[in-house]
């Protein structure tokens, strides 16, 4: 076992945990998932972490997505630095959100209209309330696996019978709230016609590139089914494209895919690392929100300029080429991978920017075979992993996030620590 020296990580981590639940502020970052405790960050450079032990890492979380340059990058701390000199924060609308909503809607040509929020977890609880106002129903079907912030009604799982009502995922989570929400599986085309039929619901709600359960892509014709059913029933498509967003394509998974949202939820990337996210759609739609409408919404800190600032210059650094190299690292990636594995039984999936490594026998194309991986031997390899200067998302539900920062040097260094750790793994028979 590659051994890591993480004494000011432990110290601090006790500290912690007498003041924060779990000695964190985000549940996955204790690394509970992959059986270690917690390192904890000092800075990051690039492509790379360093934590308080001075340990280097090439870092494949870069919070989860929104770090598409990488850490730090110097378009976007003076952009956020020149916009802090000026003040924080008015609670009174900016230029900059003016000029954020109009490159995000040169970018989504589905989103004519925007309203920005501090974390995607209000985006797509906004974007539930506003398909309920515009349909007057109530339902709303998502999948399992999928992960749209944790509002209520969708910390929810799949009820007992196929397409019936959801249960709570959560103490806390009332009956009520879980109760309008149906769960079903992933890429089953059965399921989604059935619970379509049956609740007709205000809307289907999708991550179009699932990336919450491990990265599962949607088989040939299901997303193409999503917007078939929704405009059938006339329920409402919302894409969570918080992941997905200006990360898979210039325009997300919705260019890369050619099928359209009614609603899309934002995140991420939209706020290059700061606290932004938001919800679009077509102007008749976004107008039934407060104040140009009746259906209310709001917040303190929403489009704050700091965060408007870190996004416009995350944005404006992205051009084609940005998306042609991104792809291509995340390639070269994923067949590394696959390559370092050796006779380990895993499959790699990945999409433009976006990869798991699942410790399965088969392919993953749903919750249920996500849940199935050997879950022990994917947390002893991340384990190895971080032993080797490689920082990958602590969990099997998660995803890689490369960055257009994660150059051939930090790739090599990736590839050979990944061979290593696979190495340093029992090889386990595939079962009968
Ligand atoms: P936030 O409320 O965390 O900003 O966004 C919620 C959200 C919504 N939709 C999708 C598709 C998401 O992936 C997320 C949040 N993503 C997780 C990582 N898979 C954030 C990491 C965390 O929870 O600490």
Aim: hydrophobic share 45%; glycine share 12%; proline share 6%.
């Amino acid at each position: 076992m590659a051994s890591l020296t993480d004494s000011r990580s432990a110290e601090l981590y006790r500290r912690a945990q007498s003041r924060l639940p779990g000695g964190v502020n985000s549940p996955v970052r204790a690394m509970g998932a992959i059986g270690r405790d917690p390192l904890f960050i000092d800075r990051g450079e690039g492509a790379e972490l360093i934590d308080v032990d001075g340990n280097r890492f090439v870092d494949y979380v870069c919070s989860w997505g929104p770090l598409i340059h990488g850490h730090a990058h110097p378009a976007v701390l003076d952009a956020v630095t020149a916009a802090a000199a000026k003040g924080t924060s008015f609670g009174a609308p900016t230029a900059g959100e003016v000029e954020l909503a109009e490159e995000v809607c040169s970018r989504v040509e589905s989103v004519e209209m925007l309203r920005m929020t501090s974390s995607g977890t209000e985006a797509s609880m906004t974007a539930v309330r506003l398909a309920r106002a515009a349909t007057g129903r109530e339902k709303i079907i998502k999948f399992a696996g999928a992960y749209h912030g944790h509002v209520d009604g969708l910390l929810a799982q799949a009820g007992s019978g196929l397409a019936t009502q959801a249960l709570p995922a959560s103490p806390g989570v009332t009956k009520g709230a879980a109760g309008d929400t149906v769960v079903i599986a992933w890429n089953d085309p059965d399921a989604l016609r059935a619970a379509v039929a049956e609740h007709a619901p205000a809307a289907i709600i999708a991550e179009p590139m699932p990336a919450n359960m491990g990265l599962v892509p949607a088989r040939a014709g299901f997303l193409e089914l999503l917007r078939e059913q929704a405009d059938a029933s006339g329920a409402l498509l919302i894409l969570d494209e918080v992941i997905s967003g200006f990360r898979v394509a210039r325009g997300g998974a919705q260019e890369l895919t050619g099928v359209p949202a009614d609603i899309t939820v934002m995140g991420k990337v939209i706020g290059g690392g700061l606290p932004a996210a938001a919800l679009g759609g077509s102007t008749e739609l976004m107008r039934m929100l407060a104040p140009a409408g009746p259906v209310y919404q709001a917040g303190t800190l929403s489009g704050n300029p700091l965060a408007v600032a870190a996004g416009l210059a995350t944005l404006r650094l992205l051009d084609e080429g940005s998306y042609v190299r991104l792809a291509t690292t995340t390639d070269r990636l994923a067949e590394g991978l696959r390559t370092a594995a050796g006779g380990h039984p895993v499959q790699v999936q990945s999409a433009p920017g976006l990869l798991t490594v699942f410790f399965s026998e088969g392919p993953v194309e749903s919750f249920a075979q996500a849940q199935a991986c050997d879950l022990e031997s994917h947390a002893a390899w991340c384990r190895e992993l971080l032993g080797r200067g490689v920082y990958p998302p602590p969990s099997q539900f998660e995803a890689w996030f490369p960055s257009l920062a994660h150059g051939e040097e930090q790739i090599e260094r990736t590839l050979l620590a990944a061979e290593a750790a696979f190495a340093a793994l029992p090889v386990r028979e595939p079962t009968a």
